[in-house]
């Protein structure tokens, strides 16, 4: 039987099904992978058992009784324990006393040499070696989670939930977590492990539950299943083949990336000997889940950040030492994925914000002097072509924040899309909008492509980067795993590059 079952969870945020009648079993004894895209409805799912969020419905059986948690508290009472995945260790503090933490306040008198005996115990049984007394500031990723891990086992947890977990590993790390999880699961832990990585769902898992846009779509056993099928299920939809009008003859590299490397800046993904080029009348497509590079690559290439190795051209010439203005004036625009942070000053008005790059420029800027109605009428032409509405009377100068993301949105292409652009970055372009305004961004695209523009479209979705692009890259943790062509690229490889697996590996 097993011991956890849930059964029709539903959750709605604001109108959107993150889980629509949701249902998982998992056995003492076994580790039970939950995959699913970006955005599938895991977290979401794991969170109401964890008791972080509640659910609209369903049923919870722990143990064959029927639970609902009110908080973590209350769950790891019972014995269900998590890492999340971003963790929640004090950073100041050591790794005993994170470890005994939350325990000090219920009132308990901690022996702190019994609890210090205890932690070395586990940590010995499970080979998660980390330094009791090391602060959590001064240890690596790996070793974090290490005792996260030894967090929830202190607590005497017999589910632990792990989400995500291995996005933050080198590969070498992974295997030896890994090692850990087989431990324990020979001890009756029942694991459940979140990720979209499907070699790591066949290396380590009992049992797979798919999920796509917020319900089940399969449960298999392991080693009944291969990483096409897993695939399969998790990409799902047949996808439209494109109908946009083929690429103008390329006529030659436009943007070309030699070996460039990005350093690990904190725990996120950074690039690994990156080599590309998008040509003339391109769209090159950048598919991948995110978070294993994207927006760094689009960081590197506006100059927001600086390669620590290899080179960057555009129509030749070397921009890899120029400034972010310096890349600008060469050609390059950036569509911003966070239009709130990078793309818009959302209390100045449509005007200034379509200023922000240009007014160094004439015809607004004649001896240092700006001149206002030149700008007011660019500003009211733009508004006009790329079908910027805002409420009201108030027309170039609305206050930015006022407008809708749609409308912000294309406010961010206005004034990227000028005369002197060759080479747009639009980093996930359609993000948040609806199906107008996703249909309108992309057409603008399309429309610079034709125009023998290059376009490199960063996005997590498939179906768009699979209508819009020519030839499709994917990145897989900061590294290039494969680039097709439109004639290549079926869901199907693509999905199998996106999960880690490399054609090499799959032959
Ligand atoms: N706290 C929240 N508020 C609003 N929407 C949310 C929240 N958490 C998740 N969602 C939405 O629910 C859906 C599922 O998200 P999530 O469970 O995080 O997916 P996954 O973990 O599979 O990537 C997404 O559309 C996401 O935007
Ligand atoms: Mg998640």
């Given at each position: 039987m097993a011991i956890l079952e849930m059964k029709d969870i539903c959750k709605a945020f604001s109108g959107v099904n993150a889980n629509e009648n949701v249902c998982l079993n998992v056995e003492k004894g076994s580790i039970h992978a939950l995959l699913g895209e970006n955005g599938a409805g895991k977290t979401t799912l794991v969170n109401i058992l964890y008791g972080i969020y509640t659910a609209d419905s369903g049923e919870i059986r722990w143990k064959g009784r029927p639970v609902r948690f009110d908080s973590p508290r209350e769950a790891i009472q019972s014995g269900i324990g998590m890492v999340q995945q971003h963790f929640s260790l004090v950073r100041r503090m050591t790794v005993l006393d994170n470890i005994i933490l939350s325990l000090k306040s219920n009132g308990f008198v901690l022996n702190r040499k019994a609890a210090a005996a205890r932690v070395a115990s586990l940590a010995q049984k499970y080979g998660?070696?980390?330094?009791?007394?090391?602060?959590?500031?001064?240890?690596?990723v790996g070793e974090r989670q290490r005792v996260e891990i030894l967090k929830a086992l202190y607590r005497d947890v017999e589910l632990l939930i792990l989400d995500e977990?291995?996005?933050?590993?080198t590969p070498q790390e992974t295997a030896q977590f890994f090692d850990v999880l087989r431990t324990l699961k020979g001890e009756g832990y029942a694991i459940i492990i979140i990720t979209h990585r499907m070699s790591e769902i066949m290396a380590v898992s009992d049992r797979v539950t798919i999920l796509r846009d917020g319900r089940n779509v399969a449960d298999l056993t392991t080693t009944q299943t291969n990483p096409e099928e897993l695939s399969r299920y998790m990409i799902g939809r047949e996808l439209k083949q494109?109908?946009?009008?083929?690429?103008?003859?390329h006529s030659g590299d436009r943007l070309t990336l030699n070996g460039v490397t990005l350093a690990a800046r904190h725990r996120h993904g950074a690039l690994c000997d990156i080599s590309l080029c998008v040509c003339r009348g391109e769209i090159l497509g950048i598919a991948g889940v995110e978070g294993n590079g994207q927006k760094e690559l689009a960081e590197v290439i506006t100059g927001l950040r600086r390669q620590n190795v290899g080179q960057i051209t555009l129509d030749g010439r070397d921009i890899g030492r120029l400034s972010v203005r310096g890349r600008y004036e060469a050609g390059i625009a950036y569509i911003s994925d966070d239009r709130q942070n990078d793309g818009l000053l959302m209390g100045m008005s449509v005007c200034d914000n379509l200023l922000l790059r240009e007014f160094r420029r004439l015809p607004f800027s004649r001896a240092g002097v700006l001149d206002r109605r030149a700008a007011v009428r660019s500003a009211e032409n733009k508004m006009n072509t790329y079908q910027i509405r805002a409420s009201g009377k108030t027309g170039v100068q609305t206050s930015v924040g006022l407008l809708s993301g749609g409308n912000q949105q294309k406010l961010v292409i206005a004034r990227e899309l000028t005369e002197n652009a060759v080479l747009i970055i639009a980093?996930?372009?359609?993000?948040?909008?609806?199906i107008g305004a996703t249909e309108f961004v992309r057409s603008l695209l399309v429309r610079e492509r034709n125009a023998g523009k290059s376009v490199m479209l960063i996005s997590a979705d498939l179906d768009e980067i699979m209508a819009l692009s020519d030839r499709i890259a994917v990145l897989f943790a900061g590294k290039v795993a494969g680039v097709l062509s439109r004639k290549e690229a079926t869901v199907q490889r693509v999905g199998l590059l996106m999960g880690g697996i490399t054609e090499k590996e799959r032959a």
């Open positions: 998660l070696t980390v330094n009791p007394i090391t602060r959590i500031a001064d240890l690596s977990p291995t996005g933050v590993l494109g109908d946009t009008p083929a690429a103008t003859a980093c996930q372009p359609t993000r948040g909008l609806d």
